[in-house]
């Protein structure tokens, strides 16, 4: 059987990525429609070897469409994707707008894809934070086998997170410098070329970020118990590719050998952690693979029980578009998507 499809947000960095994934992975998809602004009406997107016209989303009817893919910011899905779930569609959100919403499953289909059994409720399943599930892809296999007791991580960021213009303003920042000319920050709070800033999203009143309150909250719901996580995300000088360093405390005893051979059988990972020089993986190689890579893996000798880990995805597949598609493919591989 093959499906509807409609990628609301095509033109961003994305809605391209999904586009692209769903051809790669030869998605069942009878038709696919791509939806932007009405600033875009009558642009093209390519998907494989066709070109897409953009249809305008403030007049679109999703009468017809069973899945939308929606990358596009909070304002807008809180306006249009009410409008695509009365018409019919599942939408499969990448905002953060439903991803605390009790009705609303938010899933990372290696961790939980049994929580998709509540899409009917809304009609809507989330799509986690970037830096989220990337991390929670590592975690699962090791929460398992020897139940988590405490995580800190400090991430590493790539500009793409923030949209197209972000990249923009690194491009055109690292340019600036080469030539000497002064180029004042517009997206970011400070330089972001030849800098990294400890700050991503807005502060809240107890002096954390929106960006790491998120992954604490996220991290709990898609495992589905409550695990103490504090962290510390960084936006760096790299376009594409998150990288974190995840310390682990566990309640009961777990080996570097051990954690080494579980996140190899486990889904969607793949381990790369030689213990010489290059023997890990950085943002550069992740770029274009769908697998979350797991690297630096050894005791934390600090605490009675504990690992460090070195995460690296490609944020703008895993942490976004590609575990928006595996959202899709879960659907229909678990019989909950009817024409």
């Known amino acids: 059987m093959e499906f509807n499809i409609a990628v609301v947000g095509a033109t961003g960095s994305v809605g391209r990525e999904i586009l692209n994934i769903l051809c790669e992975r030869g998605f069942p998809a009878a038709e696919v429609v791509a939806i932007a602004s009405r600033k875009s009406k009558g642009q093209e997107v390519a998907y494989g070897e066709k070109d897409l016209i953009i249809e305008a989303l403030d007049t679109y009817d999703f009468s017809n469409i069973d899945i939308a893919f929606f990358a596009v910011g909070k304002e807008a899905s809180k306006k249009y994707v009410p409008i695509a779930t009365k018409a019919g569609a599942i939408v499969i959100d990448n905002s953060s707008l439903y991803r605390m919403d009790p009705d609303v499953p938010l899933v990372v289909p290696e961790v939980n894809p049994h929580d998709l059994v509540g899409v009917h409720k809304k009609n809507i399943i989330a799509n986690p934070n970037c830096s989220t599930a990337q991390m929670v892809v590592a975690l699962k296999p090791l929460h398992d086998e020897a139940k988590i007791k405490r995580v800190v991580v400090s991430t590493y960021q790539a500009v793409s997170g923030a ?98 051979k579980l996140l190899r059988e486990a889904p969607g990972c793949m381990v790369v952690d030689k213990r010489e020089d290059g023997g890990y993986i950085t943002p550069v190689e992740c770029v274009g693979e769908f697998a979350t890579y797991i690297s630096r893996i050894r005791r934390d000798p600090s605490v009675e029980h504990g690992i460090n880990m070195w995460v690296v995805s490609d944020n703008l597949r895993k942490g976004a578009a590609l575990n928006a598609v595996q959202i899709g493919e879960s659907l229909i591989s678990r019989g909950l998507l009817k024409k």
Do not use: Y
Not at 210 to 215: L, Q, T
């Open 163 to 260: 949209g197209n213009d972000a990249m923009d303003e690194l491009f055109s920042q690292t340019r600036s410098v080469f030539v000497n000319e002064i180029k004042e920050p517009e997206l970011f709070t400070k330089q972001i070329a030849f800098n990294v800033i400890p700050h991503i999203d807005d502060f809240t009143t107890d002096g954390l970020t929106k960006e790491e309150v998120k992954m604490a909250d996220e991290t709990s719901k898609i495992m589905g118990v409550e695990i103490p996580l504090t962290a510390t995300c960084v936006r760096v000088p790299v376009f594409v590719g998150h990288s974190e360093a995840v310390n682990v405390e566990f309640s009961e005893p777990i080996t570097p050998g051990s954690a080494r």
